[in-house]
């Protein structure tokens, strides 16, 4: 009998010209993985996708203020960015930054530490969720900006006033979203953190927000994004009533002075301040944290 080994055979593969081949049946498979081009490569990131969308952006407003031909209603980016680049030269622009972003950092820290106070009250007792449902579900809704009048009233004139509007912008939005996360926590991790004896302010450090950081930073997002936009409106009333004020009051004040490229570099200025925050802060954190732990791919 022949041996084993001449009973198998060889794989062989029919040429184009009809004959047969030795050669090995992967020999002519195409490889399944393929090396982007350098245009696909850049293409893939999203800074590049993110400027390219502000370069159009740029060039219609451009366009459009060049064919409007109205200074006074619409002017151009160029005598925009002139007008801004003369107000950081002359120091008006970052003192009033300065003033905004102080005020704002100061009512942002009160109410993201008031809304963590609430949230570790609510998660370890019932009447704490049935007091921040309840007043959640009372001043969410309520615009930040229509308690000024009555801020004014209480506080004066100064910065408690603005303070305290921004504590309400940010309080019920960050307490509802780290809420939200801390009752999505699997019960697999609760009875981790229950086994290991972890109670109190060391179970919610150590079990509830690792596994709850997604909606925690999702809910610091909606909260900055609150308390810009009411700071900045605030300011508008705030700086017309004390005569000092950040850019809100920059806005205002050059808008009575019909300075119009001074009011679109205040609104120019609104713009690149949250956007330098949401993409170097948070995406930051959230390269740092979340992708890092594999929670968001």
Known sequence: MKPKEALIAKPQIILSDGD???RPAHANLAPVE????T????WGIGAVRKTLIILILAVLWQTYAVYLDNPLLFPTLSDTITTLIDRFADGTLPARIGTTLKVLLMGYA????LAALLTVLAINTRIGTDFLETMTAMFNPLPAISLLPLALIWFGLGTPSLVFVLVH??????????HSGFLGVSRTLRMVGANYGLTGFSYVTRILIPAAFPSILTGLKIGWAFAWRTLIAAELVFGVSSGQGGLGWFIFENRNLLDIPAVFAGLLTVIAIGLTVENLV???IERRTIRKWGMKE
Do not use: H, M, R, Y
Request: charged residues 5%; hydrophobic residues 55%.
């Open 34 to 37: 393929q090396k982007l081009s």
């Open 110 to 113: 009160a109410g993201t530490l």
């Open 282 to 284: 948070f995406q930051t």
């Open 169 to 178: 912008s940010v309080l019920w939005a960050v307490a509802l979203n780290t």
């Open 39 to 42: 245009a696909e490569l850049v």
């Open 20 to 22: 047969i081949g030795s």
